[in-house]
């Protein structure tokens, strides 16, 4: 009998990335954006749990141990796609590569989803279940998003949740409705009460050792023009140009004018996430989706882990400083010199407390990458929270001012991404006008926050609270914390510029006097993981 070849074995593919193939799986996980530790490097990568989608050629389902975490990522062999950062590594003549670029991964694993297959692993199995009627006419494969992939059809797409698997261990006897599988799927239909979240139609979860965990989502598909990012940026270069030949006396006016279109979209975007807080919370059934006051000692922890935060940027600063220009070191010290800026605003943050305010669930990671542009609104995604952060930290109800202060930071982006775009001579006489069209934006989009959540009945008073500015700053400065260092994917980083505008906020407004939109990034050297 003719011995079986890695194409037609599985477990060839499995022994491979065990053995030899280890150290390019491990390398594989660092670059990849769902990645939660790239800061310190990855020690190890090993393959806990695995079972077999397809057999020839292999479409296999991996858990694997990356450090203290597990991430759920299928993998195929076949012709190496073109992005090689999918890829890791040649077997047999072929290439091992992140499934989700195999043209047929989509439609095998969403044909398991709708025939509600489970597929048995060496320590449990992965099942495939839907929720409601799931269509056939698949209308796109993969298409990489912020930590998942999109598996587009007429009637859903698959949300893959590249984050950490979720366990809940059957401690009480239990059955598995009532742990991760179940939770997550709740929080998916919380949030569709909004209106602005694809409706659920399945799930895919793996049960093992007495645990279960969830690491897949199908949900309606909801046509659209792209994100939101996308679109901005768009909306953005159109100002600029007609902008080009204007010299207006009143700029903020003169701005209000030829941007109507995009203001009136981010006041739309205000509301869209009003409605989402709203809905959020409304739902006085589970525990883990129950609002709650905002209490002193919620302050007092969110306070530390700001200052926790700064201790460390200010480490990485101290770090990367010695190698930097006496120029750039200049453009670090109104960063280090607000730390006590900063820190009044943490102060602030006890405003929350006041006993109107609630912590819901929330998004957790909102920006403009988070949310499509459809024809007459926006829909958000993508509710696995923060990658960096652990699943207990994602999972914590939060004040829904958070990812407010999350999208105001993403509109500052925006505007330097635009600015960055045009020629370098025309950006000082550009820069006041998107200067101007951010204070608009964030205008109009606090506003659509207010008046979205108090179109929504059932939702706790003030669930968005309507005094608190200054605990605003505080939660735009904690956001501005979380990414002004690290932001290249590795080795780690600190982008002077970035930094600067993530605080500006707080008041922390310095620069270099040179172009802020090169790029600078020194880079600490990187202890070796191994």
């Known amino acids: ?15 491979h990335l065990s053995e030899a193939g280890a150290p390019a799986l491990r390398a594989f996980i660092e670059r990849q954006r769902w990645f939660a530790g790239k800061a310190r490097g990855l020690r190890t990568a090993r393959v806990e749990d695995w079972s077999v989608l397809r057999e020839d050629p292999p479409l296999v389902l991996l858990l694997i141990r990356a450090d203290e975490t597990r991430y759920f990522v299928p993998v195929a062999l076949g012709q190496a796609p073109a992005d090689p950062a999918r890829t890791i590594g040649p077997l047999g003549g072929l290439t091992l590569f992140d499934a989700h670029w195999h043209p047929t991964f989509g439609t095998s694993l969403l044909d398991a989803i709708k025939s509600r297959r489970a597929f048995a692993s060496a320590g449990g199995s992965f099942s495939l279940r839907a929720g409601g009627a799931v269509g056939s006419r698949l209308v796109g494969r993969a298409r990489p998003r912020a930590g998942h992939a999109t598996l587009g059809r007429a009637e859903q797409h698959l949300d893959l949740l590249r984050p950490a698997l979720d366990p809940q261990v059957h ?11 179940s939770r997550c799927c709740a929080s998916s239909r919380t949030a569709q009460a909004s209106g602005h979240v694809p409706r659920l139609v399945g799930w895919a979860g793996y049960a093992g050792q007495g645990e279960t965990a969830a690491v897949a989502l199908l949900q309606q598909f909801v046509a659209n023009t792209g994100d939101g990012w996308t679109h901005m940026l768009t ?3 159109d100002l600029c140009e007609r ?3 204007d010299n207006p006396a009143d700029v903020e006016e003169r701005v209000a004018a030829l941007g109507v279109d995009a203001l009136g979209e981010g006041h739309e975007l205000g509301a869209v996430t009003g409605r989402l807080h709203a809905a959020l919370a409304s739902d006085p059934g589970p525990p883990d989706f129950r609002p709650e006051p905002i209490t002193g000692e919620d302050v007092g922890r969110w306070r530390r882990a700001l200052v926790a935060d700064l201790d460390r940027l200010t480490a990485e600063i101290a770090a990367a400083s010695a190698r930097m220009p006496p120029a750039d070191r200049a453009a670090l010290e109104p960063l280090l010199a607000a730390r006590p800026r900063i820190e ?18 929330c998004h957790g ?70 200067e101007a069209w951010k204070r608009l934006a964030a205008r109009a989009f606090l506003s659509g926050c207010m008046h979205g959540g108090r179109q929504e009945p059932g939702a706790p008073p003030a669930a ?21 260092p690290l932001r290249a994917q590795q080795p780690p980083g600190l982008d002077l510029n970035t930094a600067g505008r993530d605080l500006a906020p707080v008041g922390v407004t310095g620069g270099t006097g040179r172009d802020p939109w090169r790029r600078r990034t020194y880079h600490a050297k990187k202890a070796d993981p191994r």
């Open 243 to 245: 902008l080009a030949a």
């Open 365 to 434: 990671d909102y920006h403009l990458g988070q949310v499509l542009k459809t024809a007459e609104s926006f829909v958000v995604i993508d509710f696995e929270g923060e990658p960096a952060r652990s699943v207990d930290e994602r999972r914590a109800k939060q004040c829904p001012l958070r990812d407010v202060a999350g999208m105001l930071r993403s509109f500052d982006y925006v505007v330097h991404a635009a600015l960055a775009a045009r020629p370098e001579a025309g950006r000082a006489r550009l820069r006041p006008a998107l």
């Open 344 to 361: 009044r605003a943490a102060e602030d943050l006890a405003l929350l407390a006041d006993g109107t305010a609630h912590k819901i669930r």
């Open 171 to 181: 401690q009480d006897g239990r059955s598995p409705a009532s742990t991760r599988t």
């Open 235 to 237: 909306r953005l270069g």
């Open 464 to 484: 968005i609270p309507g005094g608190g500015a200054a605990g605003l700053r505080g939660l735009r400065a904690r956001e501005g914390l979380l990414r002004a």
């Open 1 to 15: 009998m003719a011995s079986r070849t890695p194409r037609s074995d599985a477990a060839a593919v499995v022994r």
